[in-house]
């Protein structure tokens, strides 16, 4: 059965790369980041960018918080709600997107305001900003790439059930808030789940 599925296998595989458009935009430090195998590459974090927009989330990106290395924090791959995708680290390069995990991780940022601007003031934790159909699409579109690219591809999670630190309300600092809640509770996990093969944590 498996030696007779195999070839329609690969041609759907091949068809699912050409169908995915995707934009290379590398941030201005990708070369700084640190190397792995991607064999060493186990699991999908999902995200969102709590911002307005790409070209802020993009500017946040730019931005250097490890003197060191000169580099800042981001996701590798970023999914307007247009469902256009832009990538701004290869694969094989280790971005600083969640604590952690980041060695064996990807993280996939979708664009959603969140909880914009003031993300951590108390009257701000509502997450209401629908992810439209088109970005979801994408999403999924990217993550059946990456389980043909990445055979040892085995969970996926969210920002917020992997950070669960409170922090003080930037508003009132006797309440607590969550430090991290992405990609929230507008984010329909069964869905994008369905048929892919990936386990959550959480
Ligand atoms: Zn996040």
């Known amino acids: 059965m498996l030696g007779a599925d195999t070839p329609k296998l690969m041609l759907w595989a091949i068809l699912m790369m050409l169908q995915i458009d995707i934009h290379s935009n590398w941030l201005p430090?990708?070369?700084?980041?640190?190397?792995?195998?991607?064999?060493?590459i186990t699991g999908i974090v999902i995200h969102c960018t709590e911002t307005p927009d790409l070209q802020t989330a993009r500017a946040l990106g730019e931005q250097i918080h490890y003197p060191q290395s000169a580099t800042g924090n981001s996701g590798h791959y970023y999914i307007d709600i247009d469902g256009s995708i832009e990538q701004y680290v290869p694969i094989e390069r280790?971005?600083?997107h969640v604590a952690d995990r980041n060695h064996n991780s990807i993280g996939i940022e979708l664009v959603n305001a969140g909880r914009y601007p003031d993300w951590l003031h108390s009257q701000s934790q509502q997450m209401t900003a629908v992810y439209p159909d088109v970005q979801l699409a994408a999403l999924r579109q990217l993550l059946l790439m990456l389980r043909q690219q990445l055979p040892?591809?085995?969970?996926?999670?969210?920002?917020?059930?992997?950070d669960r630190r409170l922090v003080n309300a930037s508003d009132d600092p006797h309440i607590k808030v969550h430090r991290k809640k992405d990609p929230g509770?507008?984010?329909?996990?069964?869905?994008?789940?369905?048929?892919?093969?990936?386990?959550?944590?959480d």
Do not use: K
């Open 94 to 96: 280790i971005a600083h």
């Open 29 to 40: 430090y990708q070369q700084q980041l640190q190397l792995r195998p991607v064999d060493q």
């Open 185 to 201: 509770p507008m984010f329909p996990w069964s869905r994008v789940l369905d048929n892919m093969n990936l386990q959550r944590i």
């Open 152 to 162: 040892a591809l085995e969970w996926i999670a969210g920002h917020e059930d992997l």
